[in-house]
């Protein structure tokens, strides 16, 4: 009997904290690093009688802008809806959302289509530990934006690309941080899969989504998990379940409520927002977007497809590359090489990093490492090790390498010294490269080079040592 074929459909719903001054409502700090519980707090996100809530602009500017970026439309008018639902993290029983008019509707990321971007505020966070429960309400009310997809992403990986984009591009905006550890960017799938394309099926929304990894393998699971099901004359429930990192697997944690359930209504407390009229959100011009700039770097410097996505997967790299690429003329050659040595060697300088913490080098100085390296002053292995110092004490690395005996020796007269000290003590290749054996040369230039601790340029050395055997 034939397999039958089933086709699933994915839609994500993404949850930001934005990066502002204050909460979304009121004047408390927002600051996710905060470790101390109950500290940024006031009567407003702590629901107290009588308190009333204020927008905060740069919030919505965030979102504005994000809208612009992925090509959504902005909304004219706009208003903020209330969300009822009771859990103690949820300190007025009700969440300030926007349910009938968000201020972005579609646009499309990474070849998917978005259905909406919103804003609301975040909740508190619960606590459960030693038999106790807590709540820590430094969260409460934090901005938090909300994207929802379209239902047009059909496997796991395309899933894990538009999260990880999504991530690139709030950190682009400097919208927000967007770390997925430390819950500033919360990831839901909406899975189905149906015997017949372009029908949907039961859908499972699945949560606990922490890492992009596990975002692929949420979906996979389930794609497998619900074919399984309906292979053998089972339905699929339409509920929510959770990832459990450690099996590797979904688990049943509720049936679903409907968006009924929640009672949505325009928030009173809030002005209506005509869009019109706020123009001052507006005004700035959004930075290089991660895809132009990946347009840019394989048409202007014809990297390579890997070199290309490491630079652009963190604003802070590309930022260090396209200055030093400016400071060398954006010379083709030299800015390739350039890029070589941010990919290769000074990742691996920041990889090894105890502390994990980010390195930076100067722009010019950088460039001016990719100069000696490229006029030949400096060898690879000389290029290397000036990279390290330069990394870790700053400086000019023509000194830097000029101190430490790492500039390629042109002087003649001192590397003539070094071939003539070879060529004493090796009479022996000398007698086997005169009677036509050739790896015998290349086993002088290696000796030479090691008595000049590799600061001899191998061309220039070989050509000495043939002068001085004739
Ligand atoms: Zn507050």
């Known amino acids: 009997m034939e397999r039958q074929q089933y086709f699933p459909t994915i839609g994500l719903e993404i949850h930001a904290e934005l990066k502002t001054q204050t909460k979304m409502f009121c004047d408390s700090l927002n600051n996710p690093d905060e470790t101390r519980p109950n500290v940024n707090v006031c009567p407003v996100c702590l629901a107290h009688p009588g308190t009333l809530p204020v927008i905060n602009k740069a919030a919505v500017r965030h979102v504005l802008r994000m809208g612009q970026a992925i090509d959504g439309v902005l909304a004219d008018y706009s208003e903020f809806d209330r969300k009822s639902y009771f859990y103690p993290d949820i300190p007025k029983g009700y969440q300030i959302s926007q349910y009938q008019y968000p201020l972005v509707a579609g646009g499309s990321l990474a070849g998917v289509a978005v259905t909406r971007v919103h804003l609301e505020e975040d909740t508190a ?7 106790a429960s807590l709540v820590d309400f430094n969260r409460a009310g934090i901005p938090l934006m909300e994207l929802v997809t379209e239902p047009a992403i059909h496997d796991a990986e395309t899933a ?31 899975i189905s899969v149906s015997p017949d394309e372009g029908v ?23 794609i497998d998990r619900q074919s399984t099901a309906l292979r053998s004359g089972n339905l699929v429930v339409q509920e929510t379940r959770g990832w459990d990192e450690t099996r590797q697997c979904t688990f049943s944690q509720r049936l679903k409520e409907g968006s009924a359930d929640y009672r949505y209504f325009p928030e009173p407390d809030l002005p209506k927002f005509v869009l019109s009229e706020q123009r001052d959100l507006l005004t700035s011009a959004l930075p290089e977007l991660p895809w132009n700039r990946r347009m840019r770097y394989a048409q202007s410097f014809a990297l390579k497809d890997e070199t290309i996505e490491y630079l652009v997967n963190a604003p802070e790299r590309s930022i260090l590359f396209d200055a030093v690429a400016g400071e060398l003329g954006n010379d083709k050659k030299l800015v390739s090489l350039a890029a070589n040595y941010l990919v290769g060697d000074l990742a691996g300088i920041q990889a090894r990093q105890e502390n994990g913490e980010s390195i930076s080098v100067d722009p010019t100085a950088f460039a001016q490492l990719i100069r000696l390296i490229a006029s030949g002053e400096l060898s690879s292995r000389g290029g290397k090790d000036t990279l390290e110092l330069l990394v870790a004490q700053g400086g000019d690395p023509e ?71 004739k």
């Not at 393998?217 to 389930?222: L, S």
């Not at 004493?424 to 009677?435: C, D, F, I, L, W």
Request: avoid cysteine; hydrophobic fraction near 45%; glycine fraction near 8%.
């Open 125 to 131: 966070r619960s606590i459960h530990a030693d038999g």
């Open 160 to 190: 894990g690309r538009f999260a990880r984009e999504l991530q690139l591009l709030l950190r682009t905006l400097e919208a927000g941080d967007a770390n997925l550890e430390k819950g500033e960017m919360r990831i839901e799938a909406n």
């Open 200 to 222: 949907l099926g039961t859908k499972v929304e699945v949560k606990n989504l922490n890492s992009f990894r596990s975002v692929e393998r949420a979906i996979a699971f389930e």
């Open 399 to 469: 000194l830097l390498a000029r101190e430490h005996g790492l500039l390629q020796i042109h002087d003649s007269a001192a590397l003539a010294q070094t071939v003539a000290a070879v060529l004493a003590a090796e009479p022996k290749a000398v007698e086997e490269y005169r009677s036509g054996k050739q790896a015998a040369l290349q086993y002088l230039v290696g000796a030479a080079m090691r008595a000049s601790r590799g600061a001899g340029n191998p061309n220039r050395i070989q050509e000495l040592l043939l002068e001085a055997i």
